[in-house]
């Protein structure tokens, strides 16, 4: 019986996805564990690759690129397991059971439908890997890196894929947070993403990232703020991104900007008829929640 669903999305990282999978296929090999692949149109191999050394690995494709929130949503909707992992290609688990401290967590905690990982950022691992974090309950969750129970998931609506890319975790907190689930962060699981944040500034796709990262915080405000908050809230971001970027001669960001903001103003019609309110209550609740723990760095005072 299939108990934990692990879903990777991938696009020409077969190099990443080769690592990921050698460094979880004790998991992946387990009678009780179905792993689902999507090939997001890769031309590198990738689906050759993965039916000549992973036969037990169900993989589909899209032919064309749809981006990494349109194959999540296809991931989820094969999944037949009770819990359904997604991990980035570039990313593994260091804890070594993972699943059972999962299943454990999930039992003792029946309001929480997603569990975020202690995730950390570096091209080589920690050499610590003990941290004194205990579990408690926060506003949203990594994409690539938690576990959500299904029960939760088949409450709420599909990830929005006209987001495209960044944003998608958020959305689904906020669904979850007006259906009464919670998002906890589990510091017991650790880990590993295989990223040089420092260089991705310098990575040709840095624009594009800045827009989509911008317009998907703008999107969330149109669809899940209070009205009266919202000119406030968008007004406030925006000078913030020209202040630290564009003033310091960031021409590439000036650019993001100004395409996020027609990204909204083009998306207005579907913002507006696919919103979900918090009430002003509603609000100040989920404002008083954790903020989204996102980076793990190990303490030298930890052992």
């Given at each position: 019986m299939i108990k934990f669903s692990i879903l990777i999305t991938t696009k020409n990282r077969l190099e990443a996805l080769k690592i990921t999978l050698q460094k979880i296929h004790h998991l992946i090999s387990r009678s009780d564990v179905e792993c689902i692949v999507c090939?997001?149109?890769?031309?590198?191999n990738t689906s050759n690759f993965l039916k000549q050394n992973y036969p037990n690995i169900q993989f589909i494709e899209n032919k064309v690129s749809k981006g990494l929130i349109y194959s999540r949503n296809r991931l989820l909707a094969l999944v037949k397991g009770k819990y359904a992992i997604s991990l980035d290609d570039d990313l593994h688990f260091i804890t070594e059971k993972p699943l059972e401290i999962i299943e454990n967590y999930f039992k003792n905690h029946l309001k929480c439908g997603v569990i975020g990982f202690r995730l950390f950022w570096d091209i080589h691992p920690p050499i610590k890997t003990m941290s004194n974090d205990t579990s408690y309950r926060v506003k949203s969750f990594a994409g690539g890196a938690h576990v959500v129970n299904m029960r939760a998931w088949n409450e709420i609506p599909n990830y929005p894929d006209w987001f495209?890319?960044?944003?998608?975790?958020?959305f689904a907190a906020f669904q979850l947070f007006k259906k009464g689930w919670e998002v906890h962060y589990v510091p017991e699981i650790l880990v590993h993403h295989r990223v040089d944040l420092k260089a991705r500034k310098k990575e040709k796709d840095y624009q594009v990232r800045l827009r989509r990262s911008l317009r998907s915080g703008w999107y969330l405000y149109l669809l899940f703020y209070p009205l009266q908050l919202i000119p406030k809230k968008m007004a406030y971001t925006l000078w913030m991104q020209i202040k630290l970027k564009v003033f310091k001669g960031d021409l590439k960001a000036l650019l993001a900007i100004i395409q996020a903001l027609f990204d909204v103003i083009w998306n207005l019609p579907r913002l507006f008829k696919n919103a979900n309110r918090l009430?002003?209550?509603?609000?100040?609740?989920?404002?008083?929640?954790?903020?989204?723990?996102?980076?793990?760095?190990?303490?030298?005072?930890?052992?």
């Open positions: 090939n997001d149109g890769s031309t590198d495209v890319f960044y944003g998608e975790e958020d009430t002003m209550t509603e609000f100040e609740q989920f404002q008083q929640l954790a903020e989204t723990k996102l980076y793990w760095k190990p303490n030298e005072n930890e052992n």
